[in-house]
């Protein structure tokens, strides 16, 4: 069983920055995909990045491109979300995930581990 823990979150004014970061219980991806995922009060979780844990490669939603930067450190198992120039439309619970083999980047059905969330407000 998988296990992340995400930290980071809190509050900041528009422009502002946070970084957040999703530990591992393990290590298990070589292979696999992790994701930063965000969910405002009263709507439906979405996409906001992920990267390819073997070689890097990162995606991102159209509306943190230029940014949010998403990040992986192998040793320490960890996943990093840099989110700069921070809106208010950025407030929302944010969860890093695991995508399962074969899942779907984009989608929420795509993960089979998920963290406990850490919540982000920007203010105004």
């Known amino acids: 069983q998988v296990q992340l823990v995400e930290s980071g979150g809190g509050l900041v004014q528009a422009g502002g920055s946070l970084r957040l970061s999703c530990a591992a219980s393990?290590?298990?991806?070589?292979?696999?995909?992790m994701g930063w995922f965000r969910q405002p009060s009263g709507k439906e979780r979405e996409f906001v990045a992920a990267i390819n844990w073997s070689d890097g490669s990162t995606y991102y939603t159209d509306s943190v491109k230029g940014r949010f930067t998403i990040s992986r450190d192998n040793g320490k198992n960890t996943v990093y979300l840099q989110m700069n120039s921070l809106e208010p439309e950025d407030t929302a619970v944010y969860y890093c995930a695991v995508r399962r083999a074969g899942g779907r980047m984009y989608f929420t059905s795509g993960y089979e581990y998920w963290g406990q969330g850490t919540q982000v407000t920007v203010s105004s």
């Open positions: 393990i290590r298990t991806f070589s292979s696999t995909v």
